[in-house]
C-alpha cells in the first residue's frame, strides 16, 4: 500500500496549483511568518477545499507556535498544517480488513450509500473482491430497485468475482430485496453481506423515510445490522462531497467512507474538512476501475501526499 500512497501523492502534486505547491510558493515569497503571509495562507487552504473550520485550526496553531513580532522561519509552516491535517484524520487509522475484528456474527453486513455516479457499484465490487480475497463467502443485494442498469451492473461484476446477486424486478420494494437478501445470508452462513441501496436524493423525508425501513427490515432478520453503513463519495466533487456526506450522515448514520477518484483530482482537501466536520472516518479509498484498485487509507501518507513538495 505505501508504494500506491506513493504513486497517489505524485498524481495529487503534479498540477500546479495544488496545496503542496502552494504552500512552497508562499514559504519561498516570506521566509519569516508575518501578517501577509498568514493571509496568504488562509486563501490556500480554502482554495484547497480544506474549509474554513479546518483552515482556523491551522491558523490557531501558528499563531501559538508564533509571536508575528519575532518573525520565525516560514517553513515551520509546512510542519505545522501537517501536523494539524494528521490530528484531525487519526480516527480514519487501522481500517484493513473488510471484516474488523472482533467480527461480528455471522454474516457481516455492508450498507452501501451514495449518490448516483460517484462509483458506488465498482466500489461494492472491490469490496467483495477483497472479502473473497481473504478468504470469506460474500453475497450481494441489489436493493437500487430504482434503475434497471444498477441491477445489471451488480450482477456483470457478481458473475466476473463469482459472487452471487440477490435481486428483484426494477422498480421493487428495496426492502423485500434486503429482506430475502439477508436471509438466504442467515441460511447459509454467509461471511460479508454487501447491499446496495439506490443513489438517488430526493427530498431528505423521503430519503430518511426509505432507509429507515430498511434498517427496520434488516433489524428484524438480523439484530443489530447493518454493522457498517459506508458513504462512497467521489473526491472530485469537492466541496458537493461535504454536503452530500452531512444529509447521509443525518439520514443513515455512516459509520465510514470510502473515497473515490481520488488520483484524477489535484485537491484532497475536501477529506479533511469531511473527517474534522462530521468525525466520520476514510475507511477506504478506491482508484481506477479494476477491482483490485482498493486500498485502506494510510492518514500519514495522505497527509504527506497533500503538503510536501514531491
Not at 498568514?38 to 501558528?62: H, K, M, P, Y
Not at 454487501?194 to 433489524?219: C, F, P, W, Y
Request: glycine share 8%; proline share 3%.
Amino acid at each position: 500500500m505505501v508504494g500506491w500512497f506513493k504513486r497517489l501523492g505524485k498524481k495529487l502534486t503534479k498540477e500546479r496549483g495544488t496545496l503542496a505547491d502552494n504552500l512552497t510558493h508562499l514559504i519561498l515569497g516570506s521566509p519569516k511568518i508575518d501578517a501577509t503571509l498568514i493571509e496568504g495562507l488562509e486563501a490556500i487552504l480554502i482554495q484547497a477545499d480544506l474549509g474554513v473550520n479546518v483552515t482556523n485550526r491551522i491558523l490557531d496553531r501558528i499563531q501559538k507556535n508564533n509571536t508575528l513580532a519575532l518573525g520565525y522561519d516560514a517553513s515551520e509552516v509546512r510542519e505545522l498544517v501537517y501536523a494539524v491535517i494528521i490530528d484531525i484524520l487519526r480516527l480514519s487509522r487501522g481500517y484493513t480488513d473488510v471484516v474488523p475484528p472482533p467480527a461480528a456474527p455471522s454474516p457481516y453486513v455492508y450498507m452501501m450509500v451514495g449518490v448516483n455516479g460517484v462509483g458506488k457499484t465498482t466500489t461494492i465490487a472491490k469490496l467483495a473482491h477483497r472479502a473473497r480475497e481473504g478468504g470469506k463467502e460474500v453475497l450481494l443485494v441489489a436493493a437500487d430497485t430504482f434503475r434497471a442498469a444498477a441491477i445489471e451492473q451488480l450482477e456483470i461484476w457478481g458473475q466476473r468475482l463469482n459472487v452471487e446477486v440477490i435481486r428483484h424486478r426494477q422498480g421493487a420494494d428495496p426492502s423485500a430485496v434486503i429482506h430475502d437478501g439477508l436471509t438466504a445470508a442467515k441460511n447459509r452462513k454467509t461471511d460479508v453481506v454487501i447491499i446496495d441501496t439506490a443513489g438517488r436524493l430526493q427530498t431528505k423525508q423521503n430519503l430518511m423515510s426509505e432507509l429507515e425501513k430498511m434498517h427496520r427490515v434488516m433489524a428484524k432478520i438480523l439484530p443489530g445490522t447493518p454493522h457498517d453503513v459506508l458513504l462512497v463519495l467521489d473526491a472530485t466533487t469537492g466541496q458537493n462531497a461535504l454536503s452530500q456526506a452531512r444529509l447521509f450522515k443525518e439520514a443513515v448514520g455512516v459509520t465510514g467512507i470510502v473515497l473515490t477518484k481520488l488520483d484524477s483530482t489535484s485537491k484532497g482537501g475536501i477529506v479533511v474538512a469531511i473527517v474534522e466536520e462530521l468525525n466520520i472516518p476514510v475507511k477506504w479509498i478506491g482508484v481506477g476501475e479494476s477491482h483490485a484498485d482498493f486500498s485502506s487509507f494510510d492518514v500519514e501518507e495522505f497527509a504527506d501526499s497533500l503538503v510536501q513538495a514531491h
